[in-house]
């Protein structure tokens, strides 16, 4: 292979890396908002909109096809 063939390929490699690392990123943020409003939800002290909003909030993420449960 000549050398614009391996640049090509480490290129590829590397961005293929980065996209793995960007979606574990995103995976560990969706899971952390997750917890975040099961927590607010389940709460005791929460007031009745802010259930009201986080149980909100999960349906739309579950309709984006996140599941919460």
Partial sequence: MDKSHE???E???RNT???RERHE???AERAAQIS???LVRDDPSSTP???MR???LLVELERKGYSYI
């Fill in 11 to 13: 290129t590829r490699k």
């Fill in 49 to 51: 909109a802010e259930r």
């Fill in 25 to 27: 990123r995103e995976r």
């Fill in 17 to 19: 890396q980065a996209r």
């Fill in 7 to 9: 640049q090509a390929a």
């Fill in 36 to 38: 975040a409003l099961r």
């Fill in 54 to 56: 986080a149980v909100e």
